[in-house]
């Protein structure tokens, strides 16, 4: 019995991947556009390649008092410029909490990070962070999802999106709790405006009055909420 395969055809553009302490950026004739490095650690999920051409990446490394889990233990975050400097060097994490498996880049310069806590069970928190020099940020912004989804929901925060036109974060969070939820990011209070929790294969068949309600879902990134599986 023979099984063949063959692959689908790339999107069109660069693909950036990592492995190890090196993020790689390659074009459609499989050749290496260029390369970045961070001197300690190991990236754990995805770095974020930004408009200035620096990478933000997410590490695993030095030492911690806490780890609740997550792939973000150490609570590590380097930004590395084009000519290889290091711009950005930040370390986030606290007594009880630490990043856990994904971040977003913003706009204005800013990130979203997702944190977990001591009771792992629940999805935990959103920061926004304001880089500050070279070693420091400001909170500018939290938003506790936990409670936001009424304590009931399970599952750690597997991915954060933000839609820059609708100013609107888009979540999801991994089984058995597997929610998608959107928050309002131009309230201070980050509303909830939608959470869906019945499956991600029947998100698409409900009907339009529903699926829709209280925000419409053809605008936001929903594709992107499901791109990991950790």
Not at 41 to 70: I, M
Not at 83 to 92: C, I, P, R, Y
Not at 134 to 144: Q, W
Not at 167 to 175: E, G, M, S
């Amino acid at each position: 019995h023979t099984t063949s395969t063959s692959a689908e055809t790339p999107y069109p553009g660069y693909t950036l991947f990592s492995t190890g302490r090196t993020a790689y950026l390659y074009n459609m004739d499989k050749e290496k556009v260029h390369e970045w490095s961070v001197r300690e650690g190991a990236v754990k999920t995805s770095p974020y390649l930004l408009q200035d051409g620096s990478v933000l990446f997410p590490l695993r490394a030095a030492e911690f008092t806490f780890r609740p889990g997550g792939a973000h233990g150490s609570g590590t975050f380097q930004r590395i410029g084009w000519d290889g400097e290091l711009l950005w060097n930040f370390q986030f994490f606290g007594e009880n909490f630490t990043p856990s498996y994904d971040l977003e880049p913003m706009p204005n310069g800013n990130v979203l990070l997702c944190a977990g806590f001591e009771d792992r069970r629940f999805p935990g928190k959103l920061f926004e962070i304001q880089p500050q020099g070279k070693t420091g940020g400001k909170i500018v912004c939290e938003c506790n999802v936990t409670e936001k989804l009424g304590g009931n929901v399970s599952g750690y925060i597997n991915s954060v999106s933000y839609n820059a036109s609708l100013d609107r974060v888009l979540i999801n969070t991994q089984k058995p709790g597997q929610t998608l939820a959107v928050f309002d990011h131009s309230n201070a209070d980050a509303k909830l405006l939608f959470s869906w929790n019945k499956g991600f294969a029947d998100l698409g068949s409900l009907p339009m009055d529903q699926a829709t309600t209280p925000t419409s879902l053809a605008t936001l990134p929903v594709g992107r909420a499901h791109r990991r599986g950790h």
